[in-house]
């Protein structure tokens, strides 16, 4: 829909998309699906991809119709009519735009019909310390997935704050001291607190690694 922006004084496109959100199982949640509008502004009184601009992107505008994928990885995919799940662009304006008007066939300026999109959520690649032994008992404080594998917890958070091993490695808790182990939580895990707190407390800790019988403690 082309209107008048009543503060800037240009055309602005309004366009509606029906989203839904595609499980990292690749079935789709039936209670997931929302209508959004997205809004961008023309440079002239025609849509042009080279002098368009939006003052949020695509992308964030589908995160704040979904807040609750914001630390989910995703991707936002058009399904064409051969069922294949193509990437948008939804950062940039103009690579948003491109891809847009191939969709709708070069129809994106009378475009009456909402535009069907998935934020399809991804299965992050595994890697060593995410393979191993599941933890049912334990539930990463990041991304709420069960731990699998190598389990990390912080040694100066009061309360019990735990990253899987996919967190650990996107540097998710970078500004605490992190202890990992493979199976039971050490029983010297709270004097290993104790001490953490006391160096802190009587002097820099230097970043190392100190090797013990059943862990390692990483500094960050």
């Known amino acids: 829909m082309l209107s008048l922006n009543p503060i800037m004084n240009m055309p602005e ?3 509606t998309f029906k989203c ?14 929302k209508f959004l509008t997205w809004s961008y502004v023309t440079g002239n009184t025609t849509t042009s ?9 695509l992308g964030q505008r589908v995160l704040n119709v ?7 990885p995703t991707r936002i995919v058009y399904v064409d009519e051969e069922n294949d799940r193509i ?10 735009l491109a891809a847009l008007r191939v969709i709708t066939k070069g129809h994106l300026d009378d475009q009456e019909n909402p535009i069907r999109l998935f934020i399809q959520i991804t299965s992050p690649s595994v890697t060593g310390n995410c393979q191993g032994n599941p933890h049912p008992n334990l539930i990463c404080s990041s991304c709420k997935n069960q731990l699998v594998g190598f389990v990390y917890k912080c040694l100066e958070c009061d309360g019990d704050f735990t990253l899987c091993g996919q967190c650990d490695t996107a540097g998710k808790h970078p500004e605490h ?17 104790q001490l953490i707190s006391k160096h ?8 190392t690694k100190i090797k013990l019988k059943t862990c390692t403690l990483r500094v960050m």
Not at 49 to 57: A, V, Y
Not at 66 to 72: G, N
Not at 88 to 96: A, L, Q, R, W
Not at 201 to 206: G, I, N, R, T, Y
């Open 13 to 15: 496109v309004t366009l």
């Open 20 to 33: 839904g959100v595609i499980a990292s199982d690749g079935t789709v949640d039936a209670n997931s699906y």
């Open 49 to 57: 991809d080279t002098t368009s601009f939006s003052h949020i992107s």
């Open 66 to 72: 979904y807040p609750q994928l914001a630390d989910v």
């Open 87 to 96: 990437a948008i662009p939804c950062d940039n304006i103009k690579e948003t």
């Open 177 to 193: 001291v992190v202890i990992r182990f493979a199976g039971d939580q050490p029983v010297c895990f709270q004097e290993m607190k």
């Open 200 to 207: 802190y407390e009587s002097s820099a800790f230097e970043t």
